[in-house]
């Protein structure tokens, strides 16, 4: 079984910055790809980026290419999602997510991945 933490979620304006975390635990973090999703009120959950076992992979959705940086540290069994120049419509609920296959580069589809977090809140304000 595998544990997923997020924290770092909250009011932010727009233009500014944030910085998500999720903590794992429970298996070997370094052998699986990472990802990021958000769900907004009324709409269905999102991808939002993705980072392979290694790292050394990285993939965004258009509308936070730029502006986002996903990232993961092994030796602390972390990802983080930089939020650069957020916008009002990045409001939702941030989840993160572990692959369900070992060395996995990553997916898009919310469906390849097993683990999920209980979700950080994040707000952009105008």
């Known amino acids: 079984q595998v544990q997923l933490v997020e924290s770092g979620g909250g009011l932010v304006q727009a233009g500014g910055s944030l910085r998500l975390s999720c903590a794992a635990s429970?298996?070997?973090?370094?052998?699986?790809?990472m990802g990021w999703f958000r769900q907004a009120p009324g709409k269905e959950r999102e991808f939002v980026a993705v980072?392979?076992?290694?790292?050394?992979?990285?993939k965004y959705a258009d509308a936070v290419k730029g502006r986002f940086t996903i990232s993961r540290d092994n030796a602390k069994n972390t990802v983080y999602l930089q939020m650069n120049s957020p916008k009002p419509e990045d409001t939702a609920v941030y989840y993160c997510?572990?692959?369900?296959?070992?060395?996995?580069?990553?997916?898009?589809?919310?469906?390849?991945?097993?683990?999920w977090g209980q979700g950080t809140q994040v707000t952009v304000s105008s």
């Open positions: 997510a572990a692959s369900s296959r070992r060395y996995s580069s990553g997916s898009y589809s919310h469906l390849d991945y097993g683990f």
């Open positions: 980072i392979s076992w290694s790292g050394g992979s990285t």
């Open positions: 429970g298996r070997t973090f370094s052998s699986y790809a």
